[in-house]
């Protein structure tokens, strides 16, 4: 399975990249932003995570959108943020957001939330 890293801060794509592949993913494509992630979703994606705040098209939008294309609603959108208010999470969850981690993180807990939603039926 492709996973699908959008985050406009080149070092925390590095980090998520880093920790997927400590956890043995290694099928991985970038995006610096919303824009640019649509751009890159195609059929072999079957995994997205994502920052929410990002110029252009953040994490929220890029959900909605996700959520709007018969091809790619039931992927899995996990956000990776350091918004952590109870708000921002349901707001998250609303715009068609997974599971959601408040950075920072560790690969273990990366892994155990791929885990739950890889294992969990799709919806869409």
Request: hydrophobic content about 50%; aromatic content about 4%; charged content about 25%.
């Amino acid at each position: 399975m492709r996973y699908l890293v959008v985050d406009d801060s080149a070092t925390m794509r590095r980090i998520v990249v880093n920790s997927l592949q400590r956890i043995g993913v290694t099928d991985i494509v970038e995006a610096s932003d919303g824009v640019e992630a649509l751009a890159k979703l195609d059929g072999s994606i079957g995994f997205i995570i994502t920052d929410w705040n990002m110029p252009n098209m953040g994490g929220v939008e890029l959900a909605k959108a996700v959520r709007g294309r018969d091809d790619a609603k039931g992927i899995p959108i996990l956000m990776v943020t350091a918004r952590s208010v109870r708000d921002d999470i349901l707001t998250a969850l609303e715009a068609g957001v997974n599971n959601y981690i408040v950075k920072p993180f560790t690969p273990q807990v990366l892994k155990e939330k791929i885990d739950a939603l890889i294992a969990a039926p799709a919806v869409g």
